[in-house]
């Protein structure tokens, strides 16, 4: 079993940052892909981006790319996702998630192995 738990969301303005982190307790995650998705208020869940578990390869849905950055720290047992330039569309509960031993291309918000219960991020105009 692994727990995840997020943290770092918050109400900011169009054009802030954030840092969300995803700390994790249980097995080890340094066999699991880690990935980060998002539901707005209305919405399916839909994915924000991922980072392999061997490679630390990394891939993100079109509509972050260039403004958001994941990254982990096995040994810390964090998976953080920086978001830059926020837009008030990127406003959702934000969760990580984890599958084991997948290509990032292929993870899918129906397809996780763990999910964490989420942080809040709001973008205002």
């Known amino acids: 079993q692994v727990q995840l738990v997020e943290s770092g969301g918050g109400l900011v303005q169009a054009g802030d940052s954030l840092r969300l982190s995803c700390a994790a307790s249980?097995?080890?995650?340094?066999?699991?892909?880690m990935g980060w998705f998002r539901q707005a208020p209305g919405k399916e869940r839909e994915f924000v981006g991922a980072?392999?578990?061997?490679?630390?390869?990394?891939w993100y849905a079109d509509s972050v790319k260039g403004r958001f950055i994941i990254s982990r720290d096995n040994a810390k047992k964090t998976v953080d996702l920086q978001l830059n330039s926020l837009k008030p569309e990127d406003t959702a509960v934000y969760y990580c998630a984890a599958k084991y031993r997948t290509y990032v291309a292929l993870i899918r918000p129906n397809a996780m192995d763990y999910w964490g219960k989420g942080t809040q991020v709001t973008v205002s105009s």
């Open positions: 249980g097995r080890a995650i340094d066999t699991y892909t």
């Open positions: 980072i392999a578990w061997s490679s630390s390869a990394t």
